[in-house]
């Protein structure tokens, strides 16, 4: 018996046989050529090869994984057709009077050596994908195919998938991907979460050493543990783990396309709540009827500067275009406290929860404000958006927040840049002040958003990073549920509309309270967004 952990990237447990693909990179001899303009022939007629296979693939995937995540293979068709990538083979052909398989790898090499020493985290992502249809290409030049499947349910091993290998997976068959290496983020990743193929990656090389052929495995991808060759009592444990997966696959299945309502009528809004655009796939996948809360300031963590105004507007316009006419609720930035970006320079605080963060930081650096807002504005005209500010206390701090936006507005107009003149503008109820002073603030916004962790922490001073405060943490203390219950009354007083994006959210045990208090929406992560459903239209409110 041996384990393995990796990062669990689709949620689901798996038990079965492995069926290792060790992939070896396309064999490529050099050869001499005299007819060089026949090779060339003979590359042309290969590329034409790999984009009727790559066009399949492309509407194969946008039946299974939908039009967002089938792009990828739009960019495939166009890397395909990049001209610096055939001017670069033709030369290597002429110039070295090669063969196209020759020029194809020493291309791609060379694009790929490019692309992965690149700032831009997107840009180096496309290294993998320069190599797959420099694979596809030579695959269609030596008629060697990719990983056969051979029609058996399996665990596919590997030591990593691309994207056109994992959407061409047959579910029916394939229990599971393991990899030894990929990124959370990658297409792959994406891909198999949309598919609901329980997927690990990161298992490292060790993994893929130890595991052979037909060997029983273990594999969770809920905490991406892997085990191979099982004892007895790891099997039953796992069994028992499966009929649970499947029964929650079955509500999952019975839930999707519902109306999130209750048995007397009243409909909730229950959306998720994101960190970025690779979750918006698992956002749809679990039927989210909107984005309640992107937390934009996961766009700033992780890296030595500020997003740009362009990179940061490619995130907005991709999430609310994948959204469609649903509605996408974009926090703005909340640095600060347990998020920290070095470059914001923040000097060192004693209580960073009570200092220098979020809102605060956007109204003491108009600047950095006003660069996320006019991205968010340009991004509004490709979707439905709402705007909301995080750790409000004060209406003046909306007030002058409001000032930035018409200032930002007024910018676009001028320039002739398009942005949608219905954004809907909300801040987020998560000090007790906002909440005991919302009469005065729901007038000025559209809608409020509970943010039940930070309310809980500031409400009880219990900071929520402190796992010796847990006993004295009571997530239903009535001081919070009282200053929700305040925020939804004088929400609606003023024609707003009220959800909470906090935690407490997905709290079932108290669904029906916040529904009697007239919470208008729920935002919750993807997975528990079916949960959530379930439990709303068991609730009866006339009674
Ligand atoms: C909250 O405080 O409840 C909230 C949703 O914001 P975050 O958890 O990002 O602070
Ligand atoms: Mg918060």
Redesign the pocket.
């Known amino acids: 018996m041996m384990e393995f952990k990796g990062k669990g990237v689709c949620s689901a447990i798996a038990i079965g046989h492995a069926r290792v693909i060790k992939k070896q990179a396309p064999s490529v001899q050099k050869r001499e050529i005299i007819d060089t303009e026949g090779e060339i022939l003979r590359y042309l007629r290969a590329k034409d090869k790999a984009t009727r296979a790559l066009r399949d693939i492309h509407a194969r995937a946008l039946v299974e994984v939908g039009e967002a995540n089938a792009q990828i293979f739009e960019i495939h068709l166009m890397m395909l057709d990049d001209e610096d990538y055939t001017d670069s083979v033709f030369s290597i052909i002429r110039n070295q009077k090669v063969n196209a398989e020759w020029a194809i790898s020493v291309t791609c090499s060379n694009f790929a050596e490019l692309m992965s020493t690149m700032n831009d985290s997107y840009m180096r992502e496309r290294a993998s994908d320069i190599r797959d249809i420099s694979s596809r290409l030579i695959s269609c030049l030596t008629g060697e195919g990719g990983a056969q499947e051979s029609g058996e349910k399996c665990i596919i091993c590997a030591d990593d998938l691309t994207p056109s290998e994992t959407v061409t997976l047959d579910k029916k068959t394939v229990l599971a991907f393991l990899c030894a290496h990929g990124s959370s983020s990658s297409h792959s990743a994406i891909l198999a979460r949309s598919m609901g193929i329980p997927a690990i990656i990161g298992l490292g090389d060790e993994f893929l050493e130890s595991v052979t052929d037909g060997a029983l495995m273990l594999v969770n991808g809920y905490t991406g543990e892997v085990v191979i060759e099982p004892n007895d009592e790891q099997i039953k444990r796992y069994e028992a783990l499966l009929a649970d997966d499947i029964n929650k696959k079955e509500l999952l299945k019975n839930l999707k396309g519902k109306d999130t309502i209750t048995l007397d009528g009243t409909r909730i809004s229950l959306y998720a709540?994101i960190g970025g655009t690779h979750d918006i796939a698992e956002a749809l996948f679990c039927d989210a009827e909107g984005i309640g809360?992107f937390?934009s300031?996961f766009l700033y963590l992780n890296r030595d500067d500020f997003p740009s105004e362009d990179e940061q507007f490619a995130s907005y316009k991709k999430v609310l275009e994948s959204m469609g006419e649903k509605r996408v609720i974009i926090?703005t930035l909340?640095i600060g406290?347990?998020?920290q970006a070095s470059y914001f320079d923040i000097p060192r605080e004693e209580n960073p929860a009570l200092g220098f963060r979020a809102i605060r930081i956007c109204l003491a650096r108009p600047e950095l404000f006003k660069t996320q807002l006019r991205a968010l504005y340009r991004a509004s005209a490709f979707g439905n958006l709402g705007i909301m500010f995080?750790m409000i206390t004060s209406i003046h701090e909306v007030e002058r927040a409001l000032d930035i936006c018409a200032e930002v507005k007024y910018e676009l107009d001028t320039k002739g840049i398009a942005y949608s003149k219905s954004v809907e503008i909300g801040i987020?109820i998560?000090t007790p002040a906002s909440a005991i002073i919302s009469d005065s603030l729901a007038p000025l916004v559209d809608f409020f958003?509970?943010?039940?962790?930070?309310?809980?922490?500031y409400t009880l001073a219990c900071d929520?990073q402190n796992g010796l405060l847990d006993d004295f943490c009571d997530t239903h203390h009535e001081a919070v549920l009282r200053l929700i219950e305040l925020s939804a009354k004088n929400a609606h007083k003023s024609g707003a509309w009220i959800g909470?994006?906090?935690?407490?959210a997905s709290d079932i045990s108290l669904t029906e309270r916040f529904l009697k208090m007239g919470i208008d929406e729920l935002?919750v992560s993807p997975s528990y967004i079916l949960k959530v459903r379930d439990a709303i239209r068991k609730i009866d409110l006339s009674k």
């Open positions: 709540n809360l937390r300031e926090r909340d406290a347990d998020k995080p987020m998560e958003s509970v943010g039940t962790n930070d309310l809980t922490q929520r909470i994006c906090g935690e407490l935002s």
